[in-house]
C-alpha cells in the first residue's frame, strides 16, 4: 500500500475481530512512529502495550464508570452521557491491543510530537491491514496516578494518545469531508 492510499482508507475502527495481533506487526507500527518528526529531534515519547483483552476490558469498564461519574466537571462532555449509559458500549470497543503513546518530556512540545508519531503510528497500522481508533475520551482516566502505577507507567510521563489496535471486521465508510480552506498568501 502506498502512503497516499493508506492516508485516504485509514478509519477509526470501533470492530474487532477476536484474534491477537502478532508482536511484530506491533512492533513495526511502533517503529514507524518512532521516526516521526519531533522538536529539535528530541523524540520525547515512550510506548507502552497492553495485550491482555481481560485487562483491557476491565479498564473499558472502569474508565466508562469513571467518566460517567465525572462528566459534570467536564461540560463538554455532557453530550456523551447517552452513549457511556448504554451497558453494551466499551470505551476501548473490545479491542486485543491498547498501544499508549506517552511523553516522556514536560516539554509543551512534547504532547505535539507525540501526536505526530500517533499519526505515523496509524498509518503503519493501515498498512498493515490493522484497525486503530485514539481514544481520546480515555486519556483522562489512564493519566490518573494510581491508574499509571498499575500499568506500570512511568509516573512522570503523561499519556497522550491511549489506541486501541486490531484485526477490524470491517472497514468503516468514509466519512464526509469540510472542504479544504486554503488561505493562499502571496
Known sequence: MDLMQAIVTRRAVREFKDMPVEQ???EQCIQA???????????PWAF???TDPQRIEDHARRAKLWLLKNLKTNPAMASLKPLLEKPDYS???AAPVLVFIL???????????CCLAAQNFMLAAREEELGTCW???ARDWFNQ???KKELHLPEKYQVVA???LGHPKQWPPAPARNPVEIHWIG
Open 24 to 26: 511484530a506487526r506491533i
Open 33 to 43: 512512529a518512532s521516526l516521526a518528526p519531533s522538536a529539535m529531534n528530541h523524540q
Open 48 to 50: 507502552a502495550v497492553l
Open 91 to 93: 470505551v476501548l470497543h
Open 103 to 113: 511523553a516522556s518530556s514536560d516539554d509543551p512540545r512534547a504532547a505535539e510530537d
Open 135 to 137: 481514544i481520546g475520551l
Open 145 to 147: 496516578p494510581a491508574i
Open 162 to 164: 491511549p489506541i486501541v
